[in-house]
């Protein structure tokens, strides 16, 4: 093809080096690219790249992945959860490297909504009942069984102009709002064996889990139970709901739901509840917001409480302890996607 010699190359003919680079020199550079940062870099070069290289046991993933932020452009308006596909911070960049960079324009989230986020993954549901787990850094994803592919006495899947489902009771949930809590027990690609447990509005009495072999989603049944907020800990869910009750899912057993009744903490529900794994050990954090008539005009006092819970083990009465400052400690809490992190180990963070 004849060009002019002062027209700058297309994308495609800019890449055409990058295509056609032998795979032995490819893993070279791979091997050397010394972080995940240079490596995700890598990836994102070309297509023939990313299919190429997949993450490899040299540069391992954190086993608790700091929580991405999600920023949506300017001037957009999305239903509530937002959309997939804005823009986020690199956790690993230095202070004086940190900025928002564009999503990677991926196909799997066109017309779907964020219902949850786990490991650096998140969980996305499109108009048409179809789950996927999305990378948004590396653009691998992982397609899950549809939700209208459960039982019809449990959930049934309407695709009319606006979907929306009918639940076993009779009660109509639109689509967006259908999925009440997501979370992953591990990062997929570093554990094959992961689990993805739903929660779904409307349905207090059961949750819903997929494992990596399995072909559809699996119901449990458990006491009533509003969920608000889950995390994996120690090989089980643990949960939280607003009264302070503590639950723990633990499917590997035939009783798999535990409830647990913690001692009174406070005598005015939280307007939300947290649990973070730290350290192997489990912090609940409760956020009060106080509406009181000097503070109309300057914006709601938000007080923030964190207990640690102690005797997980099958304890009836589980205690919790109310701790000090945290010090050298960071908190990222967002319900089933909550860290704790050193300050020292965490240098984007600065106060």
């Known amino acids: 093809m004849n060009q002019h010699p002062h027209e700058p190359p297309t994308a495609e003919q800019g890449l055409r080096w990058a295509n056609d680079l032998p795979p032995e020199i490819l893993s070279i550079i791979?091997?050397?690219?010394?972080?995940?940062?240079?490596?995700?870099?890598?990836?994102?070069?070309?297509?023939?790249w990313h299919q190429s290289l997949s993450m490899p046991p040299f540069l391992p993933l954190p086993s608790r992945q700091v929580p991405f932020l999600l920023v949506p452009p300017h001037g957009s308006d999305p239903p509530a959860p937002c959309p997939i596909g804005?823009?986020?911070?690199?956790?690993?960049?230095?202070?004086?490297?940190?900025?928002?960079?564009?999503?990677?324009?991926?196909?799997?989230?066109?017309?779907?909504?964020c219902v949850g986020s786990s490991h650096g993954w998140l969980i996305s549901l499109s108009r048409d009942s179809a789950l996927s787990l999305i990378n948004p850094v590396t653009a691998d994803s992982i397609h899950l069984p549809h939700l209208s592919s459960m039982d019809n006495t449990v959930l049934s899947f309407d695709k009319d102009s606006f979907p929306e489902y009918r639940l076993g009771n009779g009660i109509r949930v639109s689509w967006f709002s259908i999925v009440h809590r997501a979370v992953l027990s591990s990062h997929p690609i570093q554990d094959p064996g992961f689990t993805v447990l739903l929660f779904l509005s409307g349905l207090t009495e059961c949750c819903f889990t997929w494992?990596?072999?399995?072909?559809?989603?699996?119901?449990?049944?458990?006491?009533?139970f509003l969920v608000e907020d889950v995390v994996f800990l120690n090989g089980a869910?643990?949960?939280?709901?607003?009264?302070?009750?503590?639950?723990?899912?633990?499917?590997?057993?035939?009783?798999?739901?535990l409830m647990i009744t913690l001692q009174p903490l406070l005598e005015v529900m939280p307007k939300e509840a947290f649990l973070v794994e730290s350290a192997g050990d489990l912090l609940l954090v409760l956020k009060w917001v106080n509406y009181g008539h000097s503070m109309i005009h300057k914006g709601a006092i938000k007080v923030f409480l964190i207990f640690s819970l102690e005797n997980l083990d099958g304890v009836v009465e589980l205690g919790a302890i109310e701790i000090g400052p945290l010090k050298n400690c960071v908190l990222f809490v967002g319900h089933g996607s909550s860290v704790c992190v050193k300050v020292d180990r965490f240098p984007c963070v600065e106060f």
């Not at 010394?34 to 023939?48: I, M």
């Not at 202070?95 to 990677?104: G, I, K, R, V, Y």
């Open 30 to 48: 791979a091997a050397k690219s010394g972080s995940a940062a240079r490596y995700v870099t890598l990836r994102r070069v070309c297509k023939r």
């Open 86 to 113: 804005y823009a986020f911070p690199l956790p690993f960049s230095a202070p004086s490297q940190t900025a928002f960079f564009p999503l990677p324009q991926l196909q799997e989230t066109l017309g779907c909504i």
């Open 211 to 224: 494992r990596n072999t399995c072909t559809r989603w699996h119901q449990h049944l458990h006491m009533p």
């Open 237 to 257: 869910f643990a949960a939280i709901d607003l009264s302070t009750n503590l639950a723990i899912f633990d499917f590997r057993n035939l009783k798999t739901v």
